[in-house]
């Protein structure tokens, strides 16, 4: 960049087993080492049905030592990709640092019982990941992607210190395991504030609409963060949910708004992504939905199912995203490149796609019970047989196989595929410690389904996209912050 005198921060690839700084290294193995002892505290969480604890502040239960297992994988992957990534880049061993404590302190949060530490755990997880955000410095609009995250995450943990403070107040409890023990007496103004600041901040965490500009804004963070960002860190919301359910359902009522916004945000989310061009912002616009559907689920009841979500977005995200720059290289877009969003599927498309959906979800509501009487499970299922009917029509229509290949691949690939999901499931909700939460279907509850059902096939059908006006609310909402657009190459080249 003219004037600027700033040394190049990518130089050769080296060899990575030879060359590799000690500390990248060591942090490493140090990562894979905390992910073999995760599992084996898992093994032996299973086998002994109990939990460890220091008394007041911290628990080490079933929920402790999943999360356990699934970060200290993320955070190995990412640190064993790193290693070539990050090859000859000045910034190698501070994204080390700040990617290992992140680690540290995730699961340190997940472990932490006094109210304290956990608030402060949360602080320092939002400042960790703001700084992987701005790891390159020097370059300006890495800083402003950093300076906008820590903002939304200071907010965050401001909000969650009122719900924290409220709670302590209201039940005299200074731990988690304590204000559980007490939410049945809560009540009245003190517990809307409370579980009314614990939905927001898992809102801002998770980046539900409105509060999704942070992670739109944050594609300055190398791909390795972004990859722990998305399959890790937007996951928070929902292990704060989980983590404080007895407070959060002890209204219906409150139910029912954690679904309304988080349905909002899967929608939403569907459809900012359908104006996106950049690989990036494509998977950052599907991960502002795939959160809401998390959230959503939490809003029926369903904790187990929220937390099996966050676990599989998490290793598909990942995926996703270390795997970006291939799907540049071989799949860049050219004038015979299809439009696929609002194709016309085949009537024999159709009928197959919407079998293997109804199929999916008997499969699942077979498997876990859920969905068998009319209560929010059977939304749940019926989120369940949509999924899979998305799924089973995306594969129909960009697969290459021969039409009768394609259309009996389908569900012998998706129903196996939902009998996975409902073993996880099971296996997730027999970790925890909160059951579940099923609620009565209301009104509201019908209205939320029809409308999530009506815009979702407006959106299949390409309806959307002859609203000119439509079209540019989503681009200007899934516009990234000003200060954080790059325009030219010139910009970064040297970063």
Known sequence: MPGNSSKPTIGALPDTAAESPTVPVVLTWLVWTLFAASVAVLVARVRSGGGWEIPGLIAIDGLTALMWVVVTFFSGIVHSYSRRYLAGSIHKTKFFLTTSGFTLVVMGLVAADHIALFGILWLAMGLLMAALIGTVSGWEQARAAAAIARTYFLASSAILGVALTTLWWATGATTVSGIRAAADALGGPAWLVAAGALVLAAMIQSALIPFHTW??????????????????FVNAGGILLTRFAPVITVDSTLLLAVVAVGGASAIGGKLLKSVQTTVKGRLGCSTVGQMGFMIMQAGLGF????????????????????????????????????????RTTSAVGVVVALLTGLAGGAVFAVLTGKGTTVDSGLLLTVFVVFTTLHAARSAIQHTS??????YGAVPAVFLPAIVIYAVVYNGVSGLLTVGTATTELTLLHGIIAVSFVGIYVAIESGVHEHSRRLYVALLNASRPAAETLVTSTEEYNEY
């Open 215 to 232: 992670l739109l804004s944050s594609m300055t963070a190398p791909t390795p963060a972004s990859a722990l960002m998305h399959a890790g």
């Open 303 to 342: 904790f187990g199912a929220a937390i099996t979500h966050l676990i599989l977005h998490g290793f598909y995200k990942a995926y996703q995203f270390l795997s970006s720059g291939e799907r540049i290289e071989h799949a860049g877009p050219s004038r015979t490149t299809e439009h696929t969003v609002g």
């Open 401 to 406: 196989l021969s039409t009768t290949a394609r």
